[in-house]
């Protein structure tokens, strides 16, 4: 078999470096809400997904890279981005989503770790392309509201998206107060008519 026959083996969907990828994601993930990020270890995350930590390291080249992509792949599976063409409705079942997935364990450990200052430079960048890459996710939601005409020209995406999921984030971390069923409409409606009063 020539190189080049083999390349399309080497690359086809579902393979076996598909497989590896999910197992390590998935193994980083119950690791880092186990263990939190403090504790959080190449050796732990290969023991569990069953591969060699060279395995690990060839591929992700460091821990914070493998925390970073452990946490861009849970939150854009468990926070999937709406296009219902409705704003309201948009805003809503983000806010949902977002505190369905921060109901859980690994929602849990995700935001805890994204809510880390660090004095560690590897850990910092992380936390700062986790944040900015959701937000480019997430901010497709305002800039299509904005381009049908729900929203004025020069809406502040990252502040509509800070004051739709402070509040959620808020609660889940601290405790102090639940997660009505009703919240996520509230705070839809509340950014709303905040974006459109200012305007």
Same mark, same amino acid.
């Given at each position: 078999?020539?190189? !080049?026959?083999? !390349? ?8 076996r %470096?598909?497989r590896?990828?999910?197992a ?8 880092? #809400? ?8 190449i050796a732990a995350v290969? #023991?569990?997904?069953?591969v060699?930590? @060279? @395995?690990?390291? *060839?591929?992700?080249g460091?821990?914070e890279k493998l ?5 861009? #792949? +849970?939150s854009? /599976?468990?926070i999937p981005?709406p296009? &219902? +063409?409705?704003?309201?409705t948009d805003?809503a079942?983000? %806010? *949902? %989503?977002? =505190? ?11 935001a805890?770790?994204?809510?880390l ?6 850990l =910092?960048? %992380?936390? /700062? ?6 937000? !480019?996710? =997430?901010?497709?939601?305002?800039? *299509? ?9 020069? &809406? ?5 998206l800070?004051l739709l999921?402070s509040?959620?984030? @808020? ?5 102090? *107060?639940?997660i009505e069923?009703d919240?996520? /409409? ?14």
């Amino acid at each position: 078999m020539t190189e !080049e026959d083999a !390349e399309p083996i080497r690359r086809r969907p579902g393979g076996r %470096a598909a497989r590896v990828r999910q197992a390590v994601l998935a193994a980083a993930l119950e690791v880092l #809400a186990e263990e939190g990020v403090a504790r959080f270890g190449i050796a732990a995350v290969a #023991a569990r997904a069953g591969v060699n930590e @060279t @395995t690990v390291y *060839r591929r992700w080249g460091t821990r914070e890279k493998l925390v970073l992509d452990a946490m861009l #792949a +849970g939150s854009t /599976e468990g926070i999937p981005v709406p296009d &219902t +063409g409705d704003i309201r409705t948009d805003l809503a079942a983000f %806010a *949902r %989503a977002l =505190a369905d997935y921060l109901a859980t364990p690994t929602g849990r450990a995700v935001a805890r770790a994204a809510a880390l200052s660090s004095d560690d430079p590897g850990l =910092a960048e %992380a936390w /700062e392309t986790f944040w900015q890459s959701r937000l !480019e996710l =997430a901010g497709a939601i305002v800039e *299509r509201a904005v381009e049908r005409g729900e929203l004025p020209t020069g &809406t502040d995406t990252g502040l509509a998206l800070e004051l739709l999921c402070s509040p959620l984030q @808020t609660r889940a971390l601290l405790g102090h *107060r639940p997660i009505e069923p009703d919240l996520p /409409e509230r705070l839809a409606d509340t950014v709303l008519d905040g974006l459109r009063g200012r305007a």
